[in-house]
């Protein structure tokens, strides 16, 4: 079985390293030099030092038949050998987001603020999963964990793309939001 | 700030007595007596006996701003003074159904199923709360547990809801499903 659940871990050790920990908004995220991935686990209580994050894929909340399909057709696996840099975007969307109902999320997220259209405009540059955490205890410290991967020339395409979602209606609703970027070395 | 999780342990204390364990569909839940509803627990990893399901109350997935209006004029709260029936019923639903995209999950469940529309025929009389397992853990037993609380003279009334749902398209998809009656005493 595909494993649903990922356990992000900052500290000492890991396959990927941290070359930017940013606080976009909200509380930081403490530092960290390097970062694994670890399937299938459930957070150990206590790390030597460090911090972990975990979600869940799960089914989607908002894209169409027709978006899925076009999606399915286009979108990278992760694992890529040329995909040598990656960035995990740790968010939490406030209370008045989650307060509204399907259907006001949905005309949000996608009418007017094209999440999924400008996503796949970086299609099949950038390969992502998402992860949802909101639904895993009721006090976990983001919603959404999305994992990003593409190759040191698609850089420039990322920066794009995370400006892009920055500037829409539906980040006026994300109030904790943190940047790491890494490559793999 | 209100609680979101809440375990239901099944065995010989609590302050409701099963008088029902009836396994709808796929795998019967093992035999207690009484059950009690703990918020804000984490499940302890093992009981003496009986059993623990957990969910947390979440927000809505396929209320339009219209129908979500209409049952917060209209739903009661859990707890009322003569509500001492109660009903709690773990569901799962199967791959297919999780394949399905927001919109053709909305389309069976309220357009073609009624799920909501059923139900706001039996309220004021049956408070309902929802809870969802699915991305708990990746590896929950049920996707759903549903508390109904109503009052004895209304306990034929649930019996026409529960019915009536199940003869939904949506009920198709599912394949585990467990009815539990209590009562207080």
Known sequence: MTPRMFSFVGGNTGRWRIVRNLSVSGMPLGEAARLDI???????PQLAMGWALRGLTSNERYVTREEKNHLLAVQPDLGRSEASCAALIPIRKNAAWWAMTQDERRSIFEERSHHNRIGMQYLPAIA????????????????????FEFAPEHEPDFDRLLAALRATEEWSYVDREIEIRLILD
């Open 38 to 44: 670890l399937p299938n686990t459930e957070i150990k």
């Open 128 to 147: 992502r999963r998402l992860h949802h955490c909101r639904d895993l205890s009721g006090n976990e410290p983001f919603d959404f964990l999305t994992w």
